[in-house]
């Protein structure tokens, strides 16, 4: 496999510094950047939040907003010639999209989401948090919401080539 289609995980808790991270990694790719983004702006603070990071990044990176369907936009952009990096900004937020918006569809989204990040011919860095780490939901929305997100990130550390957590800003490789 060539670096070009090296696809990274970047794991951390909330402002550990993955996001970050991801996007450094971003920088030091040769050839186009495409911002996967898959937060909606629902409220004032979330859209401060999300332009704090728009004005973060390079100026030449593309951006796709996408709250649900991940697999067609992998799918679009890696007919590209050349296809893109990806850099998917948040799994987190992505899996709640799911469980709020397209609930009945989740593992369809889920495994095609897997499947194309397989067969993407270019490099992917994927954002997502830790969940391992914290306590059990009071509410079975937030236990499922744990639970998924957690097989989601065994999932995608097992189809990454590498996988990288942040803790304060510091980075491990754990893969």
């Given at each position: 496999?060539?670096?070009?289609?090296?696809?990274?995980?970047?794991?951390?808790?909330?402002?550990?510094?993955?996001?970050?991270?991801?996007?450094?990694?971003?920088?030091?790719?040769?050839?186009?950047?495409?911002?996967?983004?898959?937060?909606?702006?629902?409220?004032?603070?979330?859209?401060?939040?999300?332009?704090?990071?728009?004005?973060?990044?390079?100026?030449?990176?593309?951006l796709?907003?996408?709250?649900v369907?991940?697999?067609?936009?992998l799918?679009?952009?890696?007919?590209?010639?050349?296809?893109?990096c990806?850099?998917?900004?948040?799994?987190?937020?992505?899996?709640?999209?799911?469980?709020?918006?397209?609930?009945?569809?989740?593992?369809?989204?889920?495994?095609?989401?897997?499947?194309?990040?397989?067969?993407?011919?270019?490099?992917?860095?994927?954002?997502?948090?830790?969940?391992?780490?914290?306590?059990?939901?009071?509410?079975?929305?937030?236990?499922?919401?744990?639970?998924?997100?957690?097989?989601?990130?065994?999932?995608?550390?097992?189809?990454?080539?590498?996988?990288?957590?942040?803790?304060?800003g510091?980075?491990?490789t754990?893969?």
């Amino acid at each position: 496999m060539s670096n070009r289609d090296t696809k990274t995980l970047v794991l951390g808790g909330v402002r550990s510094g993955k996001s970050s991270l991801a996007e450094q990694l971003a920088v030091e790719v040769a050839g186009p950047v495409v911002y996967l983004a898959t937060a909606t702006a629902g409220d004032d603070e979330m859209a401060r939040r999300i332009a704090r990071h728009q004005d973060q990044r390079p100026s030449d990176w593309g951006l796709v907003e996408e709250p649900v369907d991940l697999a067609a936009v992998l799918s679009a952009k890696g007919a590209q010639s050349p296809a893109p990096c990806l850099l998917v900004d948040c799994m987190s937020l992505w899996v709640s999209n799911l469980l709020h918006i397209a609930q009945s569809r989740f593992s369809e989204h889920r495994q095609g989401f897997l499947d194309a990040l397989v067969d993407y011919p270019g490099e992917v860095i994927i954002v997502s948090n830790e969940v391992g780490l914290g306590i059990i939901g009071m509410d079975p929305l937030t236990r499922r919401f744990a639970d998924e997100l957690g097989w989601l990130n065994q999932a995608l550390a097992s189809r990454c080539d590498r996988v990288l957590m942040s803790v304060a800003g510091l980075q491990l490789t754990l893969k």
